[in-house]
């Protein structure tokens, strides 16, 4: 069944523009084309745009779900060109020029943006996954805040030392953005959040491991800004190891394989007892990206990304571009040679906008332009008074940390949260969290179905502890 454009009269010729994905780059192209003559359809398997890089404060309860997420129809509710449709984006039939969705509809489009995003990688070892959850979606942080605090609720209930630090031990696979901040956030909560609220434990002592298998945490900064993170997560008391590869994950921890350096051979594997770790290692396309590919002949990289033309569309298929962190994508600055254009949300907003400057070319008779990132620069909070920032300006790089770093990143992130009440949420969130140490957002539902048999891990505890909607992506 095709599922007429309900913005559109019968009969009129407007031409047809599908976006697959509300995360930032669907947002961005969508209301880039607010008052162009053409009828929008947003598809989205969530009902919420999501605001990622504060959703590890979801999952450390340090903020609400509805501070970082926004519905979809709300932000559009001003835009009358624009139809939004919740839905699970199952194929596209490039020949038919449509997208299949899962109820059996099909949307007819004549310029499709595809800005399905990315899902947890494992690198081949999805059996992790139960064991080690990512941080992707409101479901992924409800269910690692479920799994953070029931941890040390059992520890308080353990009376064999053994097995309690095992509850008390934190491992967070990964030393990007989004491990560091977790890492250190966790370190937060078990030494000023906690103490004093049982009575068998002291939540300080809780072990917060970082285990990263490059030679340096925060790759994507310069090493002095790596070495500033890694002091500032050690003065937490974050135990930050790296040359670490991970080789196995099961409910009770972890192996680890020291990585060989300074030429010597690697030391034998060591195991990390833990019953709460969480993967923040690796990403992948979504599987959407290597059917697309396909059916179109493209081609993608190791992590399943589409690799698209300068002008972000596909070989043959101008009418179809890929953005965001599906893209494998190159940025082309007139002098200089193309370079690889980072998976962070200021390049996703980028390539929308220019994505839909395109469909507008197009349809004047021009060529599309090629995509050209503005790179603004890094920064990653640490903890309370803790941050690193790298950022381009004419003069050259600003790079700096600690107290002016975090407030930096502070005001940033509110600057870019979507809508003013979400902005005013979280400030006064953060500075009560900053006055108080408290993190009120610590709910855990779902408790009258966990299971009473011994040795069930916190992930099975918290099942019931999700959202109804799933993620921002596909």
Known sequence: MTLPTPSTPAGSHRPRVVIIGCGFGGLEAARALRKAAVDVTLVDRANHHLFQPLLYQVATAGLSAPAIAAPIRHLFRHQPNATVLLGDVTGIDVAARTVRLQEGLAL???????????????????????????????????DIRSRILLAFEEAEKEPDP?????????VVIGGGPTGVEMAGTLAEIARHTLPGEFRHIDPATARILLVEGSDRVMQSMPPALSQRAQEQLEKLGVEVRVNARVTGIDAHGLMVQPAPTGGKKSTDSYRIHSKCVIWAAG?????????????????????????VEPDLSLSGHPEISVI???ASAQSHVPGRAPTAVPGVSPAAKQMGRTAAANILRRLAGNTGQPFRYRDYGNLATIGRNAAVVDLSSPLGPLRFSGYPAWLFWLFAHVFFLIGFRNRVVVLLDWAWAYWSFARYARVVTGLASRP???????????????????????
């Open 108 to 142: 007819p489009y004549d310029h499709l943006i595809v800005a399905a995003g990315a899902t947890h990688s494992y690198f081949g070892h999805d059996d992790w996954a139960p064991f080690a959850p990512g941080l992707k979606t409101l479901d992924d942080a409800f």
């Open 324 to 326: 965001g962190d599906l």
């Open 162 to 170: 053994a097995r309690r630090a095992e509850w008390l031990t934190f």
């Open 452 to 474: 009473a048999e011994e040795g069930h891990t916190p992930a099975e505890a918290g099942a019931g502890a999700t959202a109804p909607g799933p993620s921002a992506g596909h």
């Open 283 to 307: 990403v992948a396309a979504s599987p959407l990206g290597r059917q697309l590919a396909e059916g179109t002949s493209a081609s993608t990289d190791r992590a399943g990304r589409v690799v």
